[in-house]
């Protein structure tokens, strides 16, 4: 598509486009996405592995009739592919939890053609990690030839906009200072200050809290039946088929159709089941709810849930106690429990920052977009403060973090 001049100059970065991940490879891309996995360990983010996002493809979660085109960046430096970037053109705005519909809306009222727009992203996954994929010994000429790769994408096509959702905060900087308008927003994340077990938690709650946590998690345990935790080869089809029922009810109910189709969680049990813990509850020989979390190198994503029998408190249980103790029993210093839900703060999930990216083509539109998360942006910092202070913790504590 194009070619940059490299940090020394010696020779050009050249980005291509191209429609499915297999054009470029599972070694080419996890060089890029997760050489850490090199040391024969977990990758730092389990959804920008190629395994992952092949899975979307191959089941057809993204692709035709999915509004998730894939258009895949590809940088190459002296024919090695240097950096890589899961990009899609989208026909509209679902499934990206940064929300831009507003945006959308007025564009299209003063005549402007939103749609399609260029999306970085993992699709159906709010979970925060790189986008700009870039092998480590090309690091700075790797992320700028991504980024105008993406720009001069959208330009050539006359697209109104480029995306870029739940970056890190590094290229929220590193994009900010290329001319990209950083946004802000919020989730909750659970942070492990190297509990023994789920009591040394509790034990840094206040007494209200604690009790209440306490309270809801018996209410749940006493449901009438079992609930297991799953990882790796224990996961069988049989746990697929009982998740699918609860996936469907909870992806209709939310979003109309649900994201991904029945053919994901097959590809699933064949390459991702070790990236996975899915947490199941049965009762009277039949399962009848569960959580899906996947796990990185020091993180528990909480992912989705469903259930088809109600039982007071089993949705905490299963989506957000049981993940706290999954991180304590693997080591893993955060659980990030998904997009939204102030219900999290008072079961020991405070608020954090996450982080996007955002190009728009028309300069007046852009200027009103800017000025908006300025403001946007004292709100949340404003918000995070004011709900941290009514968190769970005991004050003491969080007098100490600050």
Request: aromatic share 12%; hydrophobic share 35%.
């Amino acid at each position: 598509m194009n070619t940059q001049p490299s940090d020394n100059g010696q020779h050009e970065v050249e980005i291509s486009v191209v429609p499915k991940i297999s054009d470029i490879g599972p070694r080419d891309w996890d060089a890029c996405a997760c050489p850490e996995e090199a040391d024969g360990g977990r990758p730092h983010d389990p959804f920008t592995t190629y395994r992952f996002l092949s899975a979307l493809e191959l089941s057809g979660s993204v692709g035709a009739g999915t509004g998730w085109r894939p258009q895949y960046l590809v940088a190459r430096m002296a024919g090695q592919v240097i950096g890589v970037a899961p990009l899609y053109a989208k026909s509209h705005s679902q499934g990206e939890y940064i929300f831009d519909h507003n945006w959308a809306h007025a564009y299209e009222r003063a005549g402007g053609r939103y749609y399609p727009k260029l999306q970085v992203a993992v699709p159906h996954t709010p979970a925060t990690g790189r986008r700009f994929l870039v092998h480590p010994d090309f690091a700075e000429a790797g992320f700028s030839a991504l980024v105008q790769g993406a720009v001069q994408l959208a330009q050539n096509n006359r697209i109104s906009s480029v995306h870029v959702t739940f970056c890190t905060a590094d290229e929220a900087k590193f994009g900010k200072n290329m001319g990209l308008m950083p946004r802000v927003t919020q989730q909750f994340h659970w942070l492990n200050d190297a509990y023994a077990g789920f009591d040394g938690f509790l034990a840094t709650l206040s007494s209200r809290k604690r009790k209440n946590i306490r309270k809801e998690r018996t209410q749940a345990q006493g449901f009438g039946g079992e609930i297991v935790r799953l990882t790796g080869d224990q996961i069988q089809p049989e746990h697929w088929d009982a998740f699918w029922v609860f996936y469907q009810d909870t992806g209709a109910r939310k979003w109309g159709t649900p994201y991904l189709t029945r053919a994901f969680f097959d590809l699933a049990q064949e390459t991702l089941r070790d990236d996975m813990v899915l947490v199941l509850a049965k009762r009277d020989g039949q399962w009848v709810a569960g959580a899906l979390n996947f796990m990185g190198r020091d993180v528990l994503y909480g992912r989705y849930w469903g259930c088809i029998e109600q039982h007071p408190c089993l949705h905490f249980e299963l989506c957000y106690y049981q993940a706290i103790d999954a991180a304590i029993d693997y080591g893993l210093g955060r659980v990030e429990a998904g997009a939204q839900g102030q219900h999290k703060l008072a079961r020991g999930y405070l608020p954090t920052q996450t982080h996007s990216l955002h190009w728009v083509a028309d300069e007046g539109f852009a200027n009103a977009i800017g000025d908006y998360l300025e403001a946007e942006r004292e709100a949340i910092e404003e918000g995070i403060e004011i709900l941290t202070d009514y968190g769970p913790f005991k004050k003491v504590q969080i007098e100490e973090q600050e």
